[in-house]
């Protein structure tokens, strides 16, 4: 797709006293002999950014949407994916994130009962897999949930993967920021008192047997876990669905603004 950038230029004179030698004004930029100034500010062209893929390098992802057949939900690989929109995915108003939506009524995957709209990792076009037995694998990302259901207010934002099971997963629980590890039965609080529609930063990184998230900065979480098979996960993951007492169309809405993965083996 080309893009044809715009340049904004803005004229501002700022009146100064008079400059007794003109030859103060060598290598001053804007400077007029005599007095006054102009001072030229040239704005970063303005984007022409269409779809998410404009905006986030989905190179190495695919994506899995709350749409198609219950227990095979539409998926959409690169290349498509970078040329990909729709109501679940999208870019803001703003064009400076990517909004994922996942309604409770929405198709699931075969080992899930809860619909996604959501990132996978890949890896030189193979799904990712690796281990925190060998090398450092973070993710790092800067996100916020705008809406979750009302009757069961649950989303997962980001996650590590393994084999048919999460590792770690960063959910929201009403206000309430978790990391949840041991398939639930453990959980740290990151944030007590979260505001939606608050973007955060975020980093998971795994490494010599242990996953540590941190948030906004600040070490939110030390989790001894080891293994392999893991990949990681973005999105949006409704923890809600019709039988849990929520609307069909009842969304849960997250908004990523950057995404970066590294592996050093």
């Known amino acids: 797709m080309s893009r044809i950038p715009s340049l904004l230029v803005v004229l501002v004179t700022v009146a100064l006293p008079p400059l007794p030698d003109p030859d103060l004004c060598i290598g001053v930029f804007g400077c007029r002999p005599g007095g006054g ?3 030229e500010e040239v704005l970063p062209p303005i984007s022409d950014l269409r779809v998410p893929a404009d905006l986030i390098d989905l190179g190495d992802w695919y994506l899995t949407l709350p749409t198609g057949e219950e227990g095979d939900p539409d998926d ?3 290349p498509d994916l970078a040329a990909f929109d729709g109501d679940w995915f999208r870019l803001n108003e703003t064009r400076d994130g990517v909004v994922f939506r996942a309604n409770a009524g929405g198709v699931t ?3 899930s009962n809860y619909p996604r709209s959501e990132l996978r990792e890949m890896r030189d076009g193979e799904l990712a897999s690796w281990s925190n037995e060998t090398g450092t694998h973070t993710m790092s990302l800067r996100q916020a949930v705008t809406r979750i259901p009302e009757v069961k207010p649950h989303v997962v934002t980001a996650q590590i993967h393994g084999g048919d099971d999460d590792v770690v997963l960063v959910r929201l629980e009403g206000e309430q920021l978790l990391a949840e590890y041991d398939d639930g039965d453990s959980s740290v609080v990151i944030d007590p008192a979260y505001e939606l529609g608050t973007p955060y930063d975020l980093r998971i990184t ?3 047997g242990r996953i540590e998230i941190f948030y906004d900065g600040e070490l939110a979480a ?6 392999s098979g893991w990949y990681f ?14 609307d069909p169309d009842a969304v849960a809405e997250v908004v990523l603004y950057s995404l970066e993965v590294e592996h050093s083996e």
């Open 37 to 39: 100034t102009i001072l």
């Open 76 to 78: 959409v690989y690169p």
């Open 109 to 111: 995957t075969e080992n």
């Open 206 to 208: 795994a490494a010599d």
């Open 222 to 227: 030390r989790i001894p876990r080891s293994g």
């Open 233 to 246: 996960k973005t999105g949006a993951y409704v923890q809600s669905n019709p039988e849990r007492g929520d």
